[in-house]
C-alpha cells in the first residue's frame, strides 16, 4: 500500500487550508449527519453481510440491473478484490498509464500479476488494463475512443471513476460499462458525497462479472452507518458541489495564477485538482515550509511512479483560500531557491 496520501493534516498544527485531498473541502453534509444522529443505534447490530440495500438504491439511480451492483469498503477495497478476483482467471500481466494511482499496481502484485508495458499483446487474453479516468493525479479525463481502443485490445479493462463527479467531461456511464463484458468501472461514494471517513465505493458490470467478484467479497466488509449514509445520499440526490461549473472555473482560475509564480508549472486538467512542479526544489521541502509557516498542506507527489521529487499537486479550495497558496508560493520558493 502506498504511504503518503494526502489529507495527513494529522502530521501538522494548525492547518487552515487544505490543498492535499481532491475531495471536496466545502461540502455540506449538515443533513447526513443529521441522519446519522438519528440512526446511530445501527452500531449495535451486524451489517447486511453483503449491503444488497446499497446496492439496490444505486441500481434504482443509475437504471441498471441489482445484478450488475458491487458495494464494497470504499474504491481501494474494490481495487484489491478486482486484482484478487481477476488473477484466478488466469490473468498474468496489467497495463496502466503512467503517472496514476499506485494502488493498481500494489493490488495485482500481491496476487501475483506481473506489469507488463502499454502495446504489448503478447499476453493476449491474459493482460488487464487499469485506467483512472478522470486519473490521479494529472486531473486528466481520456477520450471515449481511446477506451474504446482499450476494451477491443486487452481482456480485461477496469476504469477507476472515482473522480466522475468533479469533471463536466465525458466519461463512460454505468448503462454503457455494464454492456460490455470485460469492462469493470470502480465507483466512489466517498469522493462523490464528500465522506472519506465512511469508506464506501462499488463495482459496476455485467452481472457474469459481478457474480464472479462477489465470491471474494470478504463477509461484513461495509459498516451500518456506511451503508444507511450511502442509501440516504443516493435516494435524496444529494449534491455536496452545489455549482461544479463555477468550482472548476475556479480550478482554471487557480491554474493560469499557479503558473504566473516563477519556478513553477502547472499541467492543465480537467478536474479540480492539477498536477506541479517547482524546478530545483523538492516537494517535501515545499510541503513542509507551507505548513508550518502559512499552514498551508499541498500534497507531496513525488511518490507517484514515474514523477520525481520536485512534483506536487492541489485541489481547488475557495477564491481566498487560492489566493493565499498563490502568496504563500511566491515567498516560500525564492527562500528554498537561496
Known amino acids: 500500500m502506498l504511504t503518503g496520501h494526502g489529507d495527513d493534516t494529522y502530521q501538522f498544527k494548525d492547518i487552515r487550508a487544505n490543498f492535499s485531498s481532491n475531495i471536496y473541502a466545502h461540502a455540506d453534509t449538515t443533513a447526513l449527519q443529521d441522519f446519522l444522529c438519528r440512526h446511530v443505534s445501527a452500531i449495535g447490530e451486524y451489517p447486511e453481510p453483503e449491503a444488497y440495500s446499497l446496492e439496490r438504491a444505486i441500481a434504482r439511480r443509475y437504471h441498471i440491473g441489482e445484478d450488475c451492483v458491487l458495494v464494497t469498503n470504499g474504491a481501494t477495497d474494490a481495487i484489491y478484490l478486482v486484482a484478487q478476483a481477476l488473477s484466478k482467471t488466469g490473468v498474468r500481466c496489467f497495463c496502466r498509464f503512467k503517472p496514476t494511482f499506485s494502488e493498481y499496481a500494489d493490488a495485482c502484485r500481491m496476487f501475483g500479476i506481473e506489469e507488463t ?154 478536474t479540480n485538482f492539477m498536477l506541479a512542479r517547482a524546478w530545483h526544489i523538492k516537494a517535501a521541502a515545499l510541503k513542509r515550509i507551507l505548513a508550518e509557516q502559512h499552514h498551508i498542506l499541498i500534497r507531496d507527489a513525488s511518490n507517484f511512479e514515474g514523477l520525481d521529487d520536485s512534483y506536487f499537486r492541489i485541489a481547488t479550495q475557495t477564491p481566498e483560500e487560492n489566493a493565499l497558496l498563490i502568496q504563500a508560493l511566491r515567498q516560500c520558493i525564492p527562500l528554498l531557491l537561496k
Open 117 to 270: 508495458e502499454p502495446g504489448d499483446t503478447t499476453e493476449g487474453n491474459h493482460t488487464m488494463f487499469w485506467v483512472c479516468n478522470p486519473n490521479n493525479p494529472t486531473g486528466k479525463v481520456y477520450d471515449p475512443q481511446v477506451l474504446g481502443h482499450l476494451i477491443r485490445q486487452y481482456a480485461w479493462v477496469v476504469i477507476d471513476q472515482s473522480y466522475e463527479d468533479y469533471t463536466l467531461a465525458q466519461v463512460m456511464t454505468h448503462q454503457e460499462g455494464v454492456g460490455c463484458e470485460n469492462v469493470i468501472q470502480l465507483h466512489s461514494l466517498t469522493k462523490k458525497y464528500a465522506i472519506p471517513g465512511l469508506r464506501v465505493g462499488y463495482v459496476t458490470a455485467a452481472p457474469a462479472v459481478i457474480e464472479m467478484l462477489r465470491r471474494f467479497l470478504r463477509p461484513w466488509s461495509v459498516n451500518s452507518l456506511a451503508i444507511k449514509a450511502g442509501i440516504f445520499l443516493t435516494d435524496n440526490h444529494i449534491e455536496v458541489v452545489p455549482d461544479l461549473r463555477g468550482y472548476l472555473n475556479e480550478t482554471q482560475n487557480l491554474l493560469h495564477a499557479l503558473r504566473g509564480v516563477g519556478g513553477v508549472e502547472a499541467e492543465a486538467t480537467q
